[in-house]
């Protein structure tokens, strides 16, 4: 599960005096968030429940993962090998150790800060900076710890490149999903959450002003 911010259309439920403001469920952006907080101006009558429309915005939680720049937030996973016939202008500016970028497998690499950590040494990575250094990765044979920690200093993907994620974890299979450099792309949710997401706060709102209004009704006199 991971948390990642929104900001869109809220309905918010809460109690208050006159108009209301309620702090709740929000829903933002698209698709439909779940578990979202939401603040909405309430349009109580006298004292009671309010609801209404306004903005929601802060942390939701999601079921799935959301994907970035070719790579899954929190997850393990690495490249494939892939050739890179170009090397990338904008990453060759940065060669020295003092900002210090280099390529692996097309997810380009901001090593500044990873520099003295390095347990191989700076130098050797300092030779390669600005370059591909897949070849050099690769060849010696770093762990799947040093893998996972590319996706760390990740802060692009190189342009025309494709990253294919790929599970470090044991032998299971490729998962198959490749994707364009610079591409967000959020999972899809099934049509069922969403639309339960949507309309349970509906539902409770329809319920508690029917309540109303019936609580309202003349007595009948028999
Ligand atoms: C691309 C050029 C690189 C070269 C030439 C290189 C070279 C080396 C060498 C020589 C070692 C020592 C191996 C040993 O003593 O057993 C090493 C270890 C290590 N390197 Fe690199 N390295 C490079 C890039 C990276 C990158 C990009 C990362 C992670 C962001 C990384 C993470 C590690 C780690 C974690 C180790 C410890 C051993 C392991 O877990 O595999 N290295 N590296």
């Known amino acids: 599960m991971v948390i990642t911010n929104?900001?869109?259309?809220?309905?918010?439920?809460?109690?208050?005096?006159?108009?209301?403001?309620?702090?709740?469920?929000?829903?933002?952006?698209?698709?439909?968030?779940?578990?979202?907080?939401?603040?909405?101006?309430?349009?109580?009558?006298?004292v009671g429940l309010g609801w209404g429309f306004g903005t929601a915005f802060g942390s939701k939680y999601r079921l799935s993962r959301i994907t970035f720049q070719g790579m899954e937030f929190d997850s393990k996973e690495k490249s494939d090998s892939m050739e890179l016939s170009k090397p990338s202008p904008e990453v060759a500016q940065h060669k020295s150790n003092k900002n210090c970028w280099l390529v692996i497998n097309g997810r380009v690499l901001d090593l500044t800060k990873f520099l003295v950590d390095h347990p191989g040494g700076e130098d050797i990575i300092v030779e390669v900076a600005g370059k591909d250094a897949t070849k050099e990765f690769d060849a010696i044979g770093h762990?799947?710890?040093?893998?996972?920690?590319?996706?760390?200093?990740?802060?692009?993907?190189?342009?025309?490149?494709?990253?294919?994620?790929?599970?470090?974890?044991?032998?299971?299979?490729?998962?198959n999903e490749e994707m364009s450099a610079f591409v967000i792309k959020e999972d899809t949710k099934s049509k069922t959450v969403a639309f339960l997401e949507f309309s349970v706060p509906i539902l409770f709102a329809c319920v508690?002003?029917?309540?109303?209004?019936?609580?309202?009704?003349?007595?009948?006199?028999?």
Not at 9 to 38: D, I, K, S
Not at 151 to 169: I, P, S, W
Not at 210 to 218: D, K, P, S, T
């Open 6 to 46: 929104f900001n869109g259309a809220g309905v918010g439920f809460g109690f208050g005096v006159g108009c209301g403001f309620g702090v709740g469920w929000g829903f933002g952006g698209m698709p439909l968030n779940f578990l979202g907080l939401g603040a909405g101006g309430g349009c109580g009558v006298g």
């Open 208 to 222: 508690y002003f029917g309540y109303r209004v019936l609580a309202r009704a003349e007595p009948v006199d028999y």
């Open 143 to 175: 762990s799947k710890a040093a893998q996972n920690l590319v996706l760390k200093y990740q802060v692009g993907v190189l342009e025309g490149a494709t990253v294919q994620d790929v599970d470090v974890d044991a032998d299971k299979e490729p998962k």
